[in-house]
């Protein structure tokens, strides 16, 4: 919580009372506001060792003490700041003086409805005072004071009020900082209204503002993933894991998890852990994935081939009945298919118009005098198709039967193996290629 935002917000909340002591006793010019005064001598000590006091906790009993002994002082609104600063100092150690903060800030709000660190204070402490189930009114306060640190932003750290002993980058970075901490506010406010979308929103515009902020990526993680929004969750899931700093990070050990997590969860999204190193690599220097990002699913391969196959059997009568019997030889009853319909019968014997099968030649055996042939079909690098001579072939066949090449065939169907997938002819018809097989006495039968 505590940002460097916080602390030059806070710095330059003590810097505007440098000069207050002394205001209290010069005399006004002609035409300015009437000179603040001290009540006593008393209200004066007691004012002059708060500014004097270090330590948060002190200051707040001395400011306690001014409050109770001169509730009505031209120094109010001074005092008001104090408590603001002071109680924003004891607010990250000290839960109990979070709601006191707020209460505080509304006050100051009602005399200055622009008061830049009062609604940035209300943006960091809200959420933490309200919780998973905030209070109504809480929720309307942070709400309007995220969206005034907002609008704010530009003229708060105009370049005109940079101090001098911080740098242009740093104070550049401090106004991305408040800004980031207002829409997180509206992420939680979204979040406990159970508006997911505004939240993701909110944590995109956040770690827009500051990358910085490797709890933000992990919150914005899981709610991208409990909306099944996995590329993107998944790279957020990453960035968690793999920032360390100089902005607020997760423990080692927390980290560790979130990796765990996100190998685990990439491979059984992707199929594979292919890519996953590019992702962390890459979300380790950025807060957000790039544009047009995307990893491709189990599904998406599988609707890919789906697609790709249906469109294949609508243009390819061949390879509609290819599929069709693999389909059903590596089906529950691939076995009782196979006695049934393909066993012995002269494939593909014609059925729907088809006389030969085509397919590619991955292998031969021998090469020299080959009886054996493994063909792709499907896919020409997958064999699926064993085509077994029971003579070797003769060497005008191999002009024909090259490495490679596709190759038309039909035949009686011998045997199968489901897994991996395999259909075997014996002594098939190769057109264009003599062969020495013997005469053929199969069943003219049609798969279904």
Known sequence: ??????????????????????????????????????????????????????DAKAR?????????????????????????ATLAQLAPNDPSARQKLLDKCNELLKADPKNFRAMYLISVWGPAVGGTSPAADLVTQVDTAAHGVIDGADAAFDASKKPANVSADDFTKAKGQAVAIAHNALAWEATSKKDNA???????????ANPDQGTISAAYAKMLIEEKKYPEGLFEYARASQYTGPGPALPEATRKQLLDYFNKAYKDYKGSSDGADQILAQAKTSALPPAGF???????????????????????????????????????????????????????GGAEGVKNFTGTVISIDPPDRPTKVVLGVEDPTKGD???EFSQPL?????????????????GVADSYTKDPYMLTFKDPTVPGVATTAPPKKATRRRPR
């Open 1 to 54: 919580m505590a940002s460097s935002a916080l602390a030059l917000l806070t710095s330059l909340a003590f810097g505007s009372f440098a000069s207050a002591q002394d205001a209290g006793s010069q005399q006004p010019a002609a035409g300015q506001q009437p000179a603040k005064n001290y009540k006593d001598r008393g209200e004066y000590d007691l004012f002059s060792k708060i500014t004097q006091t270090q």
């Open 60 to 84: 707040l009993d001395l400011l306690n003490q001014w409050q109770d002994k001169y509730p009505q002082s031209d120094f109010a609104q001074d005092r008001l700041l104090y408590f603001v």
């Open 198 to 208: 505004t939240a993701e929103n909110e944590y995109k515009a956040s770690l827009e």
């Open 294 to 348: 995307s990893i491709t699913s189990q599904a998406d391969v599988a609707n890919k081939q789906a697609a790709d196959i249906n469109a294949r059997m609508a243009s390819d009568p061949q390879f509609k009945l290819w599929f069709a019997l693999k389909q059903n030889l590596t089906g529950d009853q691939g076995d009782q298919f196979f006695n049934s319909n393909v066993k012995d019968a002269e494939i593909p």
């Open 385 to 387: 198709a064993t085509l």
């Open 394 to 410: 003769p060497a005008s066949a191999l002009d024909k039967i090259k490495t490679g090449e596709k190759l038309d065939f039909s």
